[in-house]
């Protein structure tokens, strides 16, 4: 366990840990991986028995990692590594972009070392590997995706969910995936959705039945099974929720810098992106806000503006499916 108090990254001296077999129990995919793991995780089970992408499994977690770019008192972070702390939970190393191992406190429940696997550490896996991810929910109408994305709190999932609820397709809460840049394609993740108690209540949806998330919020897991769009579809438009001030909701247009800088500032863990990655990483983003529309929700802090945020994303879907597909050069 790293001292209270010292970096994550410097115990004294870098040293490697080889990991060991173990053996994995559970598959499932998504966003396009094979995930095999030693809990139960999420998803549809492949229907092959092909090779995993990522493993993840519980084992051995070295002290420190070698070539840190960015660290912080719980994590630290190199262009093929992650090794994370999370205190009364357990430390978790992620490398190369297909390996997870953790090593839990004593007697945690096992859900909560899957809420970090699936969180925190997939998203390390993704960047790892290259990919786009930004902090948002993706439904699809008529094989077109659309991204709600913005920071926790402002209303990405329940969005979503009231859009599937009136006929959209859930492909992925809580991180979109982009699987390509150009164009732009975003891939499913788990069916499932994280939602408040008062969201569910909103949507006439009871809570006894649920599973309460293994955290201290008041968020419960709707499946989404029958509603879920499993695969890939062509990104057609993001849609970024902020709170704001204001005394009545607007809604903006973000091109040029203001569209960039509010898809990196919604990338999902965006400090896990290193040095040595961000430059391809920003060009990537300037690729894809020079393709897609992106249009940013100021909802006022002090009143609830669910229903007009949702009109204000079912009218924008509409008019840009109405529209036919994205013509490319």
Not at 242 to 256: D, H, I, K
Not at 280 to 309: C, E, K, N
């Amino acid at each position: 366990m790293v001292a209270s108090g010292q970096p994550v990254g410097h115990p004294g001296r870098s040293r490697k840990t080889r990991f060991r077999k173990y053996i994995v129990t559970f598959t499932s995919r998504a966003y396009g991986m094979t995930i095999r793991s030693d809990i139960p995780l999420l998803g549809p089970q492949p229907t092959d028995e092909g090779g995993a992408d990522v493993t993840m499994c519980e084992g051995p977690v070295p002290d420190a990692i070698e070539n840190v770019e960015t660290e912080t008192l719980h994590w630290a972070a190199s262009a093929e590594e992650l090794l994370l702390h999370v205190p009364r939970v357990g430390r978790f190393h992620v490398r190369g972009g297909c390996e997870v191992r953790y090593a839990p406190v004593a007697g945690i429940a096992s859900e909560m070392v899957q809420s970090y696997l699936l969180g925190s550490c997939l998203g390390a896996v993704l960047h790892q590997r290259g990919r786009q991810v930004l902090h948002g929910s993706v439904v699809a109408q008529h094989g077109a995706a659309f991204a709600i994305c913005g920071k926790s709190g402002t209303g990405k999932s329940t969005s979503a969910a009231w859009l599937v609820e009136h006929g959209a397709r859930m492909m992925s809460d809580d991180l979109a995936v982009f699987s390509d840049v150009a164009p732009p394609q975003v891939v499913s993740g788990y069916p499932q959705a994280k939602l408040t108690g008062a969201a569910l209540a909103g949507l006439g949806r009871e809570t006894a039945e649920l599973r309460k998330l293994p955290d201290d919020r008041d968020k419960y897991a709707l499946p989404r099974a029958a509603d879920f769009l499993d695969g890939e579809a062509p990104l057609r438009g993001i849609f970024v929720l902020e709170r704001s001030n204001r005394a009545e909701p607007a809604v903006m247009r973000l091109e040029g810098g203001q569209a960039i800088a509010a898809l990196v500032k919604h990338t999902y863990r965006r400090h896990y992106v290193v040095g040595s990655h961000a430059a391809r990483h920003y060009q990537a983003w300037a690729g894809i806000a020079d393709r897609i529309p992106l249009v940013m929700i100021a909802r006022p802090r002090a009143s609830d503006s669910t229903q007009f945020v949702v009109s204000a994303i079912s009218r924008a879907m509409s008019e840009t499916i109405a529209e036919g597909p994205e013509q490319t050069a």
